[in-house]
């Protein structure tokens, strides 16, 4: 069984800055994909960035040049730094991975942290 737990969110003022981590354990062989989407109220989850096993970043435009993805793979491990927050990125932040369990590749993800952006 593979598990992804994240940590790091929580309340914050607009401008300001947080760190999500996410550590998957479990059997696995390897991890290719890992990354972040979100899910604010009322609204669908949407990606939020990217990383291949090789470090290729991917994100969307709305984060571009404020929220930095990076994994380290000894750990099974992805980051998400998010700097400038506005209150637009309040949400529920999921981590995914896309995982090698033998037999074939499987997405999982994590629990949710939820991320509040407010004065």
């Known amino acids: 069984q593979v598990q992804l737990v994240e940590s790091g969110g929580g309340l914050v003022q607009p401008g300001g800055s947080l760190t999500l981590s996410c550590a998957a354990s479990g059997s696995m062989f390897s991890i290719e994909a890992m990354g972040w989407y979100r899910q604010a109220p009322g609204k669908e989850r949407e990606l939020v960035a990217t990383?291949?096993?090789?470090?290729?970043?991917n994100s969307a435009d709305s984060v571009k040049g404020r929220f930095t993805i990076s994994r380290d793979n000894a750990k099974n491990t992805v980051y998400l730094q998010m700097n400038s927050l506005k209150p637009e990125d309040t949400a529920v932040y999921y981590c995914y991975g896309h995982v090698n369990i033998g037999s074939s590749w499987r997405r999982y993800w994590g629990q949710g942290t939820q991320v509040t952006v407010s004065s």
């Open positions: 990383i291949t096993s090789g470090g290729r970043t």
